[in-house]
């Protein structure tokens, strides 16, 4: 039988950071059930590549944070400038598609210019409730831009009705352009700066794998292997599978915050109620190592329906280290709504989309590939999470248990934002 101060569940980056932050102050173990630390901000090696879960990049902007980053990484780290790109009606054009639309057919450019000017003048206001995507981008935007790149995109990507979806993810993912850098974006020069991700940071070597595992190096209390099954938070007991119960006095969860309501067996009912109507894609990732590949494209979005995919990038100009000398390496990313995919088929039609856009010249430049799955991808923002949240969070602060990262607060952020409530989380349980 372990006994523990604080029992962290989960160790991606927000678990590891909290770890960091209570070693030599408290006695602690993260329980991590894979048998390497890192959750989703994982590298996997096959055949010489290195494969991330789909594209892991580091977006800082914190003091605090971007300094354990940073330092973490030491030399092993690389700052970019990103070259993301959008592919519709057969052409390029840079990202975000909504201030970029040099590259657009005359026709699709003229419909997106007058369609956000309209939509600009209108300045039309959102209602008192929570406004859904499909009219929030309308209001926004415009028709054109809505029809030709935010509604077929996010459909592909959110596999969720956009008639449901609400908006409170946007900011700061959707770029938000003046009338005039729309107007320059068409007619003019390219619009630069625009996006929370313009420049991000990237380790050299180990992919983003390297991170969780600078972090992860000085962790005394991580345990990995460990797969909680289920909880008491009342009676401070964890049930570990093949292994039997953790004692715990205190308790971060950074898991998925519908299954830790579901193992959690002091929950009310009324709290397993409304942990069970949250909701969350899956994304399906193929990694491919392919030879002869020339372009420096970081990655492009998808937005049409003869794409299977609504994202594909080039990890290898990340870092070259991820692939062998004359490789380069693909992640393409597919959204279900939780479906199984066919794995056979759509490889068939990957292959088929990145010869028309130019990606690649033929299939017999793949030398490698992997498929890897992300079950809970994007949490999906819907009234029932509006609804949900406050009746989870409510119970968790009475039981005075933070659940922190993208997914155990159930909401769509980037690395360095979990990597700061990992420090958070910790630094009010120290104060207790």
Not at 10 to 27: I, N, Q, R, S
Not at 194 to 223: E, M, W
Not at 306 to 329: D, M
Not at 381 to 410: D, F, M, Q
Request: aromatic letters at 10%.
């Amino acid at each position: 039988m372990l006994k523990t101060d604080v029992l962290i569940i989960g160790g991606g980056l927000a678990g590891l950071a909290a770890a960091k932050a209570l070693e030599g102050k408290k006695d602690y173990i993260v329980a991590e059930r894979e048998n390497r630390p890192g959750g989703l901000a994982a590298t996997v090696r096959k055949g010489g590549f290195s494969f991330d879960y789909s594209g892991h990049l580091l977006h800082l902007r914190w003091p605090k944070t971007s300094r354990l980053i940073l330092d973490a990484l030491g030399s092993n780290c690389v700052r970019l400038r990103r070259d993301a790109r959008v592919y519709a009606h057969k052409s390029w054009t840079p990202f975000p598609f909504q201030a970029n639309l040099a590259g657009m057919p005359d026709k699709v450019k003229s419909e997106c210019v007058s369609g956000f000017l309209k939509a600009y003048g209108a300045a039309g206001a959102p209602g008192a409730e929570p406004e859904v995507f499909s009219r929030w981008t309308r209001r926004v935007f415009g028709e054109g831009i809505s029809r030709h790149f935010m509604l077929p995109y996010n459909a592909k990507l959110w596999q969720y009705p956009l008639e449901r979806l609400t908006t409170e993810w946007c900011a700061p993912f959707v770029p938000m352009p003046r009338p005039e850098e729309v107007i320059e974006g068409a007619y003019g020069k390219k619009t630069e700066g625009l996006g929370y991700n313009t420049v991000f940071h990237y380790p050299k070597r180990g992919g983003i794998g390297a991170l969780a595992n600078a972090l992860a190096r000085r962790s005394g209390g991580l345990r990995l292997g460990l797969e909680v099954e289920s909880l008491n938070l009342k009676a401070g007991v964890a049930n570990v599978r093949h292994f039997g119960p953790i004692h715990f006095k205190r308790l971060i969860n950074t898991s998925p915050l519908n299954d830790f309501i579901a193992m959690t067996e002091d929950a009310p009912a009324a709290v397993k109620r409304a942990a069970a109507r949250l909701r969350h894609n899956t994304v399906y990732v193929l990694n491919l190592g392919a030879r002869g590949v020339t372009e420096t494209l970081h990655w492009g979005y998808f937005p049409g329906p003869e794409f299977p995919f609504y994202r594909a990038g080039l990890a290898s100009n990340f870092s070259k280290q991820l692939a062998p000398g004359g490789c380069a390496s693909f992640y393409i990313e597919l959204a279900t709504s939780g479906a199984a995919l066919d794995l056979a088929s759509a490889e068939t039609a990957v292959l088929k989309g990145l010869k028309a856009c130019g990606l690649l010249r033929s299939a017999s430049q793949v030398v490698e590939k992997l498929w890897l799955k992300i079950p809970c991808a994007y949490v999906v923002y819907n009234r029932e999470r509006a609804e949900a949240l406050p009746v989870i969070n409510a119970w968790l602060k009475s039981k005075k248990t933070p659940s922190i990262g993208r997914y155990g607060a159930w909401k769509y952020s980037f690395m360095e934002e979990s990597v700061k409530e990992g420090l958070e989380a910790a630094a009010l349980l120290l104060k207790k």
